[in-house]
């Protein structure tokens, strides 16, 4: 199984070595190129705008669209969130808009408002979850629905092939909900 | 608690990784930084190109001022206090900045001591020209390290030299055998356990970016080259005769440094670079402020 993760900017080294740990390849895909014969894609944290606006340049935004669209399996993080959702409610951008959700930029403030907290998610129980100027999900639709929330907000998501964390798992030393992606992957759940 | 939070303030650094943080002194050029695609911006009175031309004693920026361009734009703001100036770092945590510089670019406050940045809740970014120096920047609490480059001069000397200086004392460190770490931690006067992480993982335990001097699409690549994890651009932007046109090219070098195709079609084109000064020329050298 060949993974990829999005090099554009920001934490992708984080992923690449949490899926190598778990036994699979990972390559970072910073041109359309590299989409060649991927099983699944990680869009990491960073900045979302600067992502944003990296992957309009290189018109890898309907590419991927295109690809996440057709049933690539799909993983995103923070940022990666922001890119999928189909609404921020306080931004008026939309990058990727392939998942039915709603999401809030910076909604816990700015880096003073950063926090970790052992939460679940579905059948994961008690997953370190850090939370990094990060947003939060506040409408799920249609097939999309809430896998994790805390104090309230939704902080993770799934709709059909894809997954989306407000948290960062791939800062944390616990590989289990990488091992549900690849799971998504595989074709298993 | 205080631990998690060291924790937090390292995970920001990462999130900056493979971006560009720029200079900027209106809330109008952090817009045009942000449109650029920068992944933060340092908010500043004065550009260091400025700072070393106007000369006299350079402080912290006005409140104000820095709030005017948090408001301005959603990505980070960072903002820089005088070395070991610890009043005007409890005012930048007190307006919720999301990281301090902790800055030689800015006259020093204490010609001794640093800030001792584990009693604070905000994350701290320190220059260091080599391994010892961002060690003990890191064992004051500091969450991020840069290069020290020669701000305000367009030239990039300085922060390659650094550059070089840690890479290769990092590839000694981890070649020695680990009863040889405690005499090195004497010799550069840094905690063993901080040097055990750098022996057993190759790498400084924080982010590592290149400032200083960075000027030019190619400069920004030539430090990704080299090892930097992201860079810090301060008066090569907004000293430039295309900040926007420029920015942009900067922040899509970051990214694509390894397509020299790319970078080729990046360089072109791009107005009048700042004008420089060569490190010869200089009289004050920021980067020998605070060791």
Do not use: W
């Amino acid at each position: 199984m060949r993974i990829g993760v999005l090099a554009l900017q920001g934490a992708f080294i984080e992923h690449q070595r949490a899926v190598e740990s778990l036994g699979e390849e990972c390559i970072q895909v910073r041109t359309r190129s590299d989409l060649f014969g991927l099983d699944g894609l990680i869009l990491p944290g960073g900045e979302s705008t600067v992502q944003g606006r990296l992957l309009s340049e290189q018109s890898l935004t309907q590419v991927l669209r295109g690809e996440i669209e057709g049933g690539m399996p799909v993983f995103g993080t923070c940022a990666g969130l922001i890119l999928l959702s189909k609404r921020i409610s306080n931004d008026e951008n939309v990058y990727l808009g392939t998942m039915s959700v709603t999401v809030r930029r910076n909604a816990y403030g700015r880096q003073l408002g950063s926090f970790r907290v052992t939460s679940d998610m579905g059948a994961i129980k008690d997953f370190p979850m850090v939370f990094i100027r990060a947003p939060y999900i506040e409408r799920v639709e249609g097939e999309a629905a809430a896998l994790a929330t805390v104090d309230g907000h939704i902080v993770a998501a799934r709709e059909r092939n894809m997954l989306a964390t407000s948290f960062h798992p791939e800062l944390a030393p616990d590989l289990r909900v990488h091992g549900y992606f690849l799971d998504m992957v595989r074709g298993r759940i | 608690m205080q631990n998690e939070r060291y924790e937090l303030n390292k995970n920001l650094a990462q999130m900056l990784k493979g971006g560009v943080i720029m200079d900027v002194t209106t809330p109008e050029q952090a817009r045009i930084a942000e449109e650029a695609g920068a992944c933060a911006v340092m908010a500043l009175e004065r550009i260091p190109a400025d700072i070393r031309a106007a000369g006299g004693v350079a402080r912290m920026s006005d409140p104000k001022m820095i709030k005017g361009i948090q408001e301005a734009v959603s990505i980070p703001v960072m903002a820089k206090c005088r070395i070991g100036h610890i009043a005007e770092a409890r005012i930048l945590e007190a307006i919720d900045i999301d990281f301090i510089d902790e800055s030689e670019v800015l006259s020093p406050a204490d010609d001794k001591y640093h800030i001792d940045k584990t009693r604070f809740s905000v994350p701290f970014v320190c220059g260091a020209r080599d391994l010892g120096e961002a060690l003990r920047r890191i064992a004051e609490g500091a969450a991020m390290i840069r290069t020290k480059g020669e701000p305000g001069t367009g030239d990039v000397v300085q922060a390659v030299r650094h550059m070089r200086a840690m890479n290769s004392e990092i590839a000694r460190v981890t070649s020695m055998r680990e009863d040889e770490l405690f005499e090195e931690a004497k010799r550069l006067a840094v905690p063993v356990e901080l040097l055990r992480s750098v022996h057993e993982n190759g790498k400084l335990p924080v982010v590592n970016f290149a400032a200083g001097g960075v000027a030019t699409p190619a400069d920004a690549a030539l430090m990704m080259m080299l090892g930097a994890e992201g860079v810090f651009v301060g008066s090569g932007i907004f000293k430039s005769g295309d900040p926007a046109k420029r920015a942009r090219a900067i922040v899509r070098a970051v990214t694509h440094f390894s397509d020299a195709k790319y970078l080729a079609e990046l360089s072109e084109d791009l107005g009048e670079a700042m004008v420089g000064i060569n490190e010869e020329e200089i009289k004050t050298l920021m980067a020998e402020r605070g060791k």
